[in-house]
């Protein structure tokens, strides 16, 4: 009987499907892996931004977590929406008995503007967090969030891992998606993935589609399933930009606001 890998995500819940948990989910299972889920917060969440959103207790963190781990077992973690320093440094714990690859998807701010992360949970993300990571991956405003580094244009993404790697993750995985038009190579999304001696440019090109809720949240997930199928950083990476590119290019209208990526291209 076939057992598929098991990946787990460490996220928020948006009950509109197109982040969170359930683009984890969804991604998960595309690429053929067994998805399961620790949830932290549940986002009251549409096309139009979260109209409200509860943190869990650590202790149904924690529950969940032992549930999960003490029975089924995991071959890879991710971990997108954490909310506040009480939850990071819970999850932070948790992690550090694993002896598995760990995404750390350090989100802060979701594309509508709205906090998915405390300002006073920043410290415990630098200090306990991105040291459990395998792979960190922060778009651009979090780089500045997290090392106070504003990227104008690609050169800048080397400073940005440097910083990054400084908390101790093994790799960093820098997201250029949201470099300024006319400060990027053609018109391409660019990546760079490095461990500060090798060094990955990951580039696709750009899809002119506003519709690009849960990018995010997909690739670190896709990034999760890769490692737990046995691949390398470097091809795993690859392998989720393709997904995420192919995802993007399909987004969906949904409701009046941003639509959602889609994960059945
Ligand atoms: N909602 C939840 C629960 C999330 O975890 C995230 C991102 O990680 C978002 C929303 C933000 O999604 P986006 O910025 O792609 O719209």
Partial sequence: MHTPPRVLTVAGSDSGGGAGIQADLKTMLALGTHGMSVVTAVTAQNSLGV??????????????????????????????????????????????????????????????GDALLAATALDAVRGALLPTATVATPNLDEVAQLTGIRVGEEADMRRAAAAILDFGPRWALIKGGHLAAGHRSGDSSVDLLTDGTEEHWLRAPRHDNRHTHGT?????????????????????????????????????????????VDHGW
């Fill in 216 to 260: 995010g949240c997909t690739l670190a997930s896709a990034l999760a399933a890769q490692l737990a199928k046995g691949d390398t950083v470097p091809q795993a990476a690859a392998a989720a930009k393709d997904y995420v590119t192919g995802a993007l290019a399909a987004g969906f209208r949904l409701g009046a606001g941003i639509g959602p």
């Fill in 51 to 112: 109209q409200g959103a509860w943190e869990l207790p650590a202790e149904a963190v924690r529950a969940q977590f032992r549930s999960v781990v003490d029975d089924i077992g995991v071959q890879a973690v991710k971990t997108g929406m954490l909310s506040s320093a009480e939850l990071v440094e819970t999850v932070a714990e948790l992690l550090a008995e694993l002896r598995v690859p760990v995404v750390i998807d350090p989100v802060g701010v979701s594309k509508h």
